[in-house]
């Protein structure tokens, strides 16, 4: 059974920086995947923010694009996301998932699957707050 924890949420001012972080608790979820980071903000529906594949291929929202930067740890079994030059419309709850299935990493991008449908793996959520 795979469990994901989120960490590295946080209040910042605008302009501000945090890292979020996702650790697996099973190491293969690193070997073939899909993993994102997706956000549901106050009053909207989750939307998706950055997907990366096992092949290390990324996709970024054209919001965050430039600000925000997806990556990953094998050998940590550890997601990132790097969050730089914060706006308040990134506040909400950050939400890592993954996915093992072909499918979910043959739509391993916010084109194909922008809500994380394909993603049968979900964390809690760690709450980011700019102000």
């Known amino acids: 059974h795979v469990q994901l924890v989120e960490s590295g949420g946080g209040s910042v001012p605008v302009g501000g920086s945090l890292r979020l972080s996702c650790v697996s608790s099973v190491g293969y979820v690193f070997s073939s995947h899909c993993m994102g980071w997706f956000l549901q903000a106050p009053g909207k529906e989750r939307e998706g923010v950055a997907t990366?594949?096992?092949?290390?291929?990324?996709s970024v929202a054209d919001s965050v694009k430039g600000r925000f930067t997806i990556s990953q740890d094998g050998a940590k079994n550890t997601l990132y996301l790097q969050m730089d030059s914060l706006k308040p419309e990134d506040t909400g709850m950050y939400f890592c998932?993954?996915?093992?299935?072909?499918?979910?990493?043959?739509?391993?991008?916010?084109?194909?699957?922008?809500?994380?449908?394909?993603?049968?793996?979900w964390g809690q959520g760690t709450q980011v707050t700019v102000s």
């Open positions: 998932a993954a996915g093992l299935t072909s499918r979910s990493l043959s739509t391993c991008t916010l084109e194909d699957d922008p809500w994380g449908t394909e993603l049968g793996y």
């Open positions: 990366i594949d096992s092949d290390g291929r990324t």
